[in-house]
Each structure stands twice: as C-alpha cells, then as structure tokens.
C-alpha cells in the first residue's frame, strides 16, 4: 500500500514511468555521483499510523504543564490572553491555513486584503504610516529596526536600554556584527530609563530602542525619551505590547520613528514560544527602508479595487544583495490571527482588556502584600515584588501546591535573587490572586 | 469587497469579556491615551462573515493543484492540526520550568536526531523561524568558526549561484561578508573552471542549492566541495529543494558543512498564505560548539536546555524557535518513519512525468532528467505568437491552477518553474497538462484570450506600476482615496518572486 | 504613454545606455530609449544629493521599475550642480521624453576629455545591433 499522504498507484507508476521513458524509480537519480547515493534506510523509527501519532505526541504533550493546569502568573514577553474562538475557526480555513505568499495577485485577493487589514490596524495602534506583512517575533523585528535605522542614518551604533526585554537584547547583538553596527546599552535607574543617560549614549547612534511598557512592567517617561533620541540624531524605536495600546498612547502620538514589538498576545497561543508575529510600522519617510512584503492598493483591467504586493524593488527575489532585507516566508497566518483577534475586541474592547490588567495588576499588588521592586513607577499588566527569599525556591514551592507564581528575574539582571516578575492577563481573577497571596505567604 | 474598516459601524462589539468589581486604575495622563485605534467595530456574526468571504477569494492547496516551484506545496495532514492544538502543546508557556516541559523538550530532541540522520551531519539547532533566518545562521556561524581560527579578518568572500533565490545574496550582506557569483555551465551544473580560479584562502565558503533552482542535481557536486574544502572554506546547503533528495542523497555525504531545512517545504508545515516556516540548520562537527543558544540537550530519559556554550554566536530569535512547526514535522516525518525516501521518490517521479509530457510544447533549456522540479521556457510562444509566461500563468486560473513560479530563475527567459510535490495523483497532473497544452494552442489561435486571462477570479490583472506609484499600504479612512475610474497607469508586468 | 524609438544626433552615448550633452564644461545626462525600454514603466528615481561628485562609469543614482531596479552609470565625471526634482514625483516622465524632459542631472565635469572617449550615435546604434 502506497503511503497515506502519496496518491499514486503501481499502475499509475508504471505508466508514468513508460511516459518518462526509463524502466524504474531508480533510474531517474542518475544524475546523483554513484559515490552519493544513499544506501540502505534512513535510521528512523517505524512508521505510526494516524491513531498511533495521536496517541504518541498526546503522551508527550501530557508530560507538559500548560496554562489550564497550573494557575499560572508568568509573562515576560508570553502572555496568556483570551484568544476568542473565532480566530480558531477562521484561521483552520483551508483556503488561509494552506495558501503561500500572494505572489499571483488574482489567486489571492483574500490573503492580500487581510494583509492590508492588518497593516492598518498594526498603524492604527501605533499612530505610524507605514506596516509590513509581519515579522518573524518580536527580537526579529528590533534587529530588523536596527538595520533600517543604520542605513537610514548612515550610522554605525544602536543603543538598547536595559530595561528591553533580555531575549530582544540578545538576538540584537547576535547579529549586529554582520550588520556592522556597535551595540552600546544603557542601565536602567531604579527600574526605568534616564532620559539624559540616554540622550548621552545616543550621540552618533542610528537608533535608540526602549520598551514601553518595560520588562519590568513599568512604564516609562516614553515622550522625554524619544525626544532624547531626537535631541541625538537617532531614530526613537519604542517596542511596545500591542494589548496595551488601548490605554497607553500610541509610539507615533510621542516622536518615534519606528514602532515594533512581538505580537504574540494579539491573537496567538502561547505555544511554547511559537509560531508567533513581530510587527513593525515606521513612518512614510522609510517606506522604501522597510523589510519584507508590504500589500497596496489598486485597480484592475476593468476598475475594479484590488490589492498586490508592492514596492518589492526593496526585496531580496529582485533587489539581491542590496535588498533592505533577506525575509521571505513571514508571519502571516500569525498575523492573520491578531486581525481577528483585534477585530474581535474592536477599539472598546481593547481598551477594557488593558483597563482589566491594570485594575488586576493593582489589586494583586495589594494583595500580595510584598516589598515591590520599583514602587515609584506606574505599571500596566505586570510588576516585579521581593519575595523575602531566592526567587527559584519560591517557584518551586508555589507550583508544588499547583500555582506558578512568575518570573525569577535574577535570570537576567545580577543582584535581583529575590525578585519574582508577576504577571496578571485578564484570564486572572481577583480569586485566582487571592490564592496566589495564599501561596506566597505560606 | 468592502475592507472590513469599510463595515464598521459604532456600537457594535464581537467581544465579550469579564467585568470585575476593582476600583478603576488609571494609567498617568502624559502617558494615556488621547485617541482610541480606529479598529472595526463589527458583531461576531459580520467578522466570521468577512473572513469568511476573503477565504473565498484565497487559493489554497486544498482548493487544487499549486505547482508553485521550489515552494514545494504538498498536502498538509489535518491530523497535524489537532495535534498541535492540544492544550499541552499549545498553551505552554515558554518560560515553564523544564521539569514541566519535558515532552516538549523531547520533541525538540527528536526532531534534532531525526533531522540529523535526514542530512547526515552532527548537530541540529532548531531555533531560526525561516529559511532565511537559518541562511543568516549559518554565515554567521562561519564566520565564528574563521575567528576562531583567527581567520576571520582575510575570508571574506562567499560564492553564490547565478541561480540562486534572491535570499541567498541578501543573507551574504547581511552577515557582512562579500559576494562572489559564479555562473552555470550549459548543462546547468556550477562552473568549475571559475571556482578552481577563484577560490582561495580569502574564501568563507559557498551557499548552493543542490537539486538547483532548475531541479537539476549538480553532477560535479564532489569536486565542488573539494575545491572548497581544499581551501579551507565552508559549504552552506540551502535546503530548499530537501524534498528531492530525502533518502536518496544526504548533504553531508555531498560535503555540504552546514544545511537549512525548511520545514515548512519538506515537511508540510502549512504555508499559511506567506508563513509560518521554520529554518532549523545542521552542521558537521567543528561547527557545533559555535550554535545558537540554547542547545535541547537529552540522555532519552531526561531533556534540558544547555545554555552553556562558551563559543555560541548567541540567539537568533526568541527562546527556542517555532515550537509548533515543529510538532507537525516530527509528526509528519514520523508518519513515514525509514519510509521518506517514498516521499522523495514520488515528487521526483511526478516532475518527470509532467516534464516528459510538456517538453514537446514549452521550450525545455536544459535536456536532461529532473528531479522534484523543473524549468521549462514559454519563449516559444513569445517569439511566434508574442505570448509571455505571465500570460500562460494568468491564463492556467481560468483552468482552476494556481501558477507555477514564473521569471525565476533569471538566467531562463520567460521561465515557468514547475514543482508538483508527491501528494498529487496522476489524474491531477493529466488535467494539468492537458490545460497546458491547450494554452499553448489558444496562443496560436487566440493570443488575445490569453492576455486579457484570468477571466473568471474576483479580479482582473491589476496593475501594479498604480500600486507602486501611490504605496496607499493602510486604509486612511476618511482621506481614503478612491482610485477606482481612474486611468489605468500601468499594464501587468512580470510578477517575478523568492522562494 | 512612452515614447518612440530614437537616438538623437547631437548626444555621446556610453555602453550601460546613458546618454550625455555636453555643453562647454557642463552635460545633461539621462538613460537612452533602449535603456527605458528594457526597464519599463519606471516609478521611482533615487537622485544623487546636488553638489556630490560623480565618477565615470560608476553609479550614481537608481531609477525602479515594479521588476526591477537599475543602477545609473556616470558617462562623464565631475560635479552634481542639478537633479531633475521633477521626475521625483513623476518619474514617467523618463519613459515619456527620455531625452528632453527626463533628464537626469547636470553634472560641471571635472574633466571634458573624457567626452572623446564616448560614443557617437552610429557607434552606439551599432552597440545595440550586436546587443
């Protein structure tokens, strides 16, 4: 029997094989050196039928503990927002799950209208001209900001404020050297960002990327620090969460050039990390700067609105080595489900999610009836507390007793043993707090 | 159709949410919010309506044949769906603790094992989230492997294809080196007699897809690595064309050093209308000590993540790459098991059936057997009948296909690149033939029918000069121009594309 | 709409299809019929900043179709003393009148001899036969 995902028959092969002119399968790998032909069978393991897969990776995802099993408050960049039912449904569409890139434009008016959906929303949230398709996630598109704002600017150095997001600043400098581009960070101040430090460290700097809300959930004097990138010549970058954009003030209402961030909480699953879309909107002047696809507006033969691809003299398939990028493949469907996922919620809706984390935020905080980390600053869905003792053996009692109680940040910033980063989504209630204080006191 | 923006209306809301009885907590006022997004405002029925609708406008590989070349559009298996979706893989977080990961750190090893043995070299990382990202790891890790050696400073230059897909040119600048092309001989293979003049000790290495962009395996493939590796240098496999060759030929055994999968090609990750894909990259063991961060490292009983690699080049993404991509290639592979090379097998076979019936019809630049994939040329009918490729690709929608590639790769004119893929059966690609071969016909008879194609989709041929001219890239709402009417700027140009 | 085929009499001509006018110790420069032509509609002119230098035979700007991107070549070298701005915003204009509106820039050359060493317009119609 032929295998199940394979449509041909023996008679079929047979024929085929006569059409093709050669007398078996073998003969048409004749092109491959004698020397290169592998011999014998791949060493995998046997083959499993359908309810064999299911049993088997059911058994590994049953040695995980996931969000509905453990009352879970981590966050740090994954978020455990609702994701509404219809991105489920819309997203499983054949049509959507199993398409690729728009190239033929008349084969693909739906993908390329959702594309300019999400390209206007992503501009909308941000106050910015200008979206791509999506990036890969949210570290992908800050080294993507920074390789515009160098060749925008001609200058050789970014500056990532510490209070960025650790994995963001990691995968910055992995690959800066290629870029030719010096990174230089600036320390934070009692858990926010100095506009002067920052002003100083952005002389001759392209750009200056600084997150909003932070990694420690506290907001930022974002204004004063963009206008200290201005002030430098650099490019003010704010990596922002697109969930609290309903109540914080979009990145272009402030000053800044370019506004990124990882669009996980938009619309996706956790997912052990992904798949999962970065987004990145800039203003008009760097239109022909952008990385990746980026959908137009236009008409037909006959007049009629449709939408293409455009502007691809920026890309890898026609520019080559002087593309503004190497992406191809995106995010798409990804993004596809953040443009439900914010069609869903609307402009009301939005903006009660982050009421919602804000109220729980301040409730749990009072509750947990812990020192906080950085008391002076307002925060929006999560905030760093003292635990009293290392924050590892904290974890380790909290999810004996079914609760995961959030972040150690002593992961990445020395002399934090104590500091456990909590998050609140508005999946948590007052009740789910009230346990975890329960937890932590204990 | 209206943009979705279009059918907004205040007061309407899909969403519902918790309310809980907290005090309100204000964000400070210099940093609130002073206008709310202008997102749709649409009830649930109008949004699953909406997409509903632009579904329908969008040709998937479950709506029939998409012989899109070296973008490998084989079926996705729906059990992958559901596997994906169950809770403990789908609403894990990332930063769970290991001990409450440990069948998804079990997958990921897996995975790297498998993938592994597939190309025959050492180590997997499974972190890039594209093939290009894999490409831009891969450069990189040569030029950590050249530093190391304290020859990072003279081997500058990597050599790439005239073939190659556009990436592959753009990862070279983007990881700082120099490019070197080098052209194809006329049987399609890479020109020795430039590399053996060319390559040195200034060399980093090489970037080849092997089955080419023209689906022809390169015959000289061992002395290709010889010249590299005698100098020194290093070979990248982009893996692009991986589901010609699984069982049959492993990269390494040709000599590539380093190789990217995509495993949104090979291994059925669903395309998703542009992405997700994923990257992973192995490479033979002098490169090991130089990859990402972390490592899935594992005994078969025990799984962890080894962050402890003092020679890393660091992180390429974030945490450990598209987790669930990979849950529907180990799956995907593990359907098949030692069997892969049926896989590979069938997609050769197809292609050379659909290339043995077409060639009398369509030019064929290079005459010999393919493999998973060819190229064939419409410059036939462009010089009889003034017909081009775009318009035999517009004119295979009116027969319900999606095109092949087209004006790719740049050294055939008037290119049309065919890649059926296993999953297909014979009678799909007769009916695919036969509408070739009845374009070809009507090119003669009838050339206008085929310029003025497609004539049966939800749109014309659009014209893309307009597009590119007024870059309206969001809806401005309001100030929304509206350029229906107006004179066409343009006519349809040569789509050409990157895989 | 683009313009007939045409070479003019009075212009230098260089082998990557630029054309030159050179006028005392100053040249108009722009691209030749068959340069527009293989390109397409263009949309889009990346000028030089007035006042830079320009080398022979190198690049000194891009001009974009919606397949492609070509590079402009300097036929003479010299200084940038004026950019056509008006194609910035219509850059149709150099498939429309290639050799009068759809100028490209002004350049004072640095040195005018270097004006012999271009070709005349049987030289470069013959160029184009072997093309």
């Known amino acids: 029997m032929a295998h199940q995902y394979l449509s041909l028959t023996d008679a079929d092969r047979d024929g085929m094989l006569e059409a093709i002119g050669v007398s078996s399968v073998e003969d048409l790998f004749r092109d491959v050196p004698e020397a290169l032909r592998f011999q014998g069978e791949l060493d995998l393991e046997p083959a499993l039928s359908e309810p064999e897969l299911v049993a088997h990776l059911s058994e590994l995802a049953a040695r995980n503990v996931h969000a509905g099993q453990e009352l879970s408050f981590l966050g740090a960049g994954i978020y455990d927002h609702y994701v509404p039912a219809v991105v489920d449904a819309i997203l499983s569409r054949g049509e959507f799950l199993t398409a690729y890139t728009p190239y033929q434009p008349e084969m693909s008016q739906g993908t390329l209208q959702a594309i300019f959906e999400y390209q206007t929303a992503i501009c909308e949230l941000t106050g910015m001209d200008v979206s791509n398709a999506s990036g890969y996630d949210g570290p992908g598109v800050a080294a993507d900001a920074c390789y515009v704002a160098k060749h925008v600017t001609g200058r050789g150095k970014v500056v990532l404020c510490e209070t960025v997001n650790p994995q963001v600043r990691q995968v910055v400098k992995t690959y800066a050297p290629g870029f030719g581009v010096e990174v230089v960070e600036v320390a934070h101040r009692n858990g926010v960002t100095d506009a002067h430090e920052l002003q100083a460290a952005a002389q001759d700097a392209a750009c200056v990327i600084f997150a909003q809300p932070n990694f420690f959930g506290c907001l930022e004097a974002a204004p004063d620090l963009a206008a200290a990138a201005n002030d430098a010549g650099a490019l003010p970058v704010a990596y922002v969460d697109p969930v609290s954009l309903g109540v914080l003030e979009a990145p272009g209402a402030y000053g800044c050039a370019i506004a990124i961030g990882e669009g996980q909480g938009a619309g996706n699953y956790q997912a052990y990390g992904g798949p999962h879309y970065g987004f990145i909107a800039a203003r008009r002047d760097f239109i022909r700067r952008m990385p990746g696809r980026i959908v137009g507006e236009t008409t037909d033969m006959a007049g009629e609105r449709g939408y293409v691809l455009t502007l691809q003299t920026r890309e890898q398939h026609i520019r080559r080595e002087k593309a503004t990028h190497n992406i191809t493949t995106n995010q798409t469907l990804l993004a596809l489900g953040g443009l439900i996922h914010l069609s869903w919620l609307g402009p009301q809706g939005l903006r009660d999610v982050g009421e919602t984390c804000l109220a729980l935020a301040e409730y749990a905080k009072e509750r947990l009836d812990l020192p906080l980390v950085f008391p002076e600053h307002a925060t929006f869905k999560e905030f760093a507390v003292h635990a009293g003792r290392p924050a590892d053996d904290v974890i380790r009692a909290a999810r004996e007793q079914g609760v995961h109680p959030g972040y150690a940040l002593r992961r990445d910033y020395q002399g934090m043993e104590d500091a456990l980063l909590v998050c609140v989504t508005e999946k948590r209630t007052p009740a789910d707090i009230d346990r975890l204080a329960e937890v932590l006191a204990a | 159709m209206k943009l979705i923006y279009e059918k907004s209306k205040a007061g309407r809301r899909a969403s519902t949410l918790p309310h809980y009885d907290l005090p309100k907590a204000e964000v400070p006022e210099e940093l609130r919010r002073k206008r709310a997004p202008r997102l749709p405002e649409l009830s649930e029925p109008e949004v699953v309506r909406h997409f509903s609708a632009l579904a329908t406008r969008t040709f998937g590989i479950d709506t029939g044949f998409y012989p899109l070349g070296s973008c490998t559009m084989k079926h996705n298996p729906r059990v992958n769906e559901r596997l994906v979706n169950l809770p403990g893989f789908r609403d894990l977080h990332p930063l769970q603790d290991e001990d409450g990961a440990q069948g998804a750190l079990e997958l990921m090893w897996r995975l790297q094992e498998i993938l592994a043995e597939v190309v025959g070299l050492d180590a997997v990382s499974l972190q890039p989230a594209a093939g290009s990202q894999g490409e831009l790891t891969g450069l990189m890790l040569m030029r950590a492997y050249f530093a190391d050696r304290g020859e990072s400073d003279r081997r500058a230059n990597v050599f790439v294809a005239d073939t190659a897909h556009g990436t592959n040119p753009a990862s070279v600048t983007m990881a700082g080196f120099k490019l070197q092309k080098v052209g194809t001989d006329e049987r399609g293979n890479l020109d020795l007699e430039f590399l053996r003049a060319n390559v040195n000790d200034e060399t980093a290495g090489l970037m080849l897809t092997n089955p080419s962009t023209l689906g022809l395996f390169d015959e000289s493939i061992e002395e290709v690595a010889r010249i590299f590796h005698d100098a020194g240098a290093l070979l990248y496999y982009d893996g692009a064309n991986l589901n010609a060759v699984c069982g049959i030929s492993r990269p390494g055994d040709m000599g590539f050093d380093i190789v990217h999968y995509n495993l949104h090609k090979t291994f059925s990750q669903p395309h998703g209308g542009g992405g997700p894909g994923a990257g992973p990259i192995a490479v033979r063991g002098i490169l090991e000590p130089f990859l990402p961060v972390p490592v899935v490292a594992g005994n078969g009983e025990r799984y962890r993540f080894d962050y402890d690699r003092p020679k890393t080049i660091g992180k390429v993404r974030g945490f450990y790459g598209p987790f669930g991509v990979f849950v529907r290639s180990y799956a995907f592979i593990r359907s098949y098991g030692p069997g892969l090379r049926e896989m590979s097998e069938a997609a050769v076979l197809n292609a050379n059936y659909l290339l043995a019936r077409l060639k009398g019809t369509y030019d064929l630049p290079f005459e010999r057997l393919c493999m998973h994939e060819f190229v064939l040329s419409a410059r036939n009918l462009k010089r009889e009948h003034g017909v081009s490729a775009l318009d035999v690709a517009k004119r295979l929608m009116d027969y319900g296909y999606h095109p092949p590639t087209i004006y790719f790769p740049l050294i055939v004119p008037e290119a049309l690149m065919i890649e059926p893929t296993e999953t297909e059966p014979k009678e799909a690609l007769d009916g695919f033939i036969q509408a070739m071969h009845a374009i070809a016909r009507e090119a003669a008879e009838d050339p206008k029918l085929l310029k003025d194609a497609p004539h049966n989709r939800p749109v014309r041929r659009l014209d893309e000069v307009k597009a590119a001219k007024r870059a309206i890239v969001r809806y401005q709402f309001d100030e929304h121009p509206d350029m229906r009417g107006e004179p066409a700027e343009g006519e349809a140009v040569e789509a050409q594309k990157g895989a | ?131």
């Open chain 3, 1 to 131: 709409m683009a313009a007939d085929e045409s070479y003019p009499e009075d212009l230098k001509y260089h082998q990557e299809h630029d054309w030159a006018r050179v006028e005392g110790d100053t040249a108009t420069v722009g691209v030749t019929w068959y340069a527009q032509d293989a390109l397409g509609e263009i949309v889009h002119y990346e000028p030089p900043e007035q006042g830079s230098s320009v080398a022979k035979d190198e690049s000194y700007g891009e001009v974009e179709s919606v397949k492609a991107v070509s590079d402009l070549v300097a036929p003479l070298s010299g200084e940038v003393v004026e950019v056509n701005q008006a194609l910035v915003d219509a850059p149709e204009t150099i498939n429309e009148d290639p050799y009068g509106e759809g100028w490209l820039i002004k350049i004072r050359l640095s040195d005018s001899s270097e004006a012999d060493g271009l070709m005349d317009v049987s030289a470069y119609r013959k160029l184009l036969e072997e093309t």
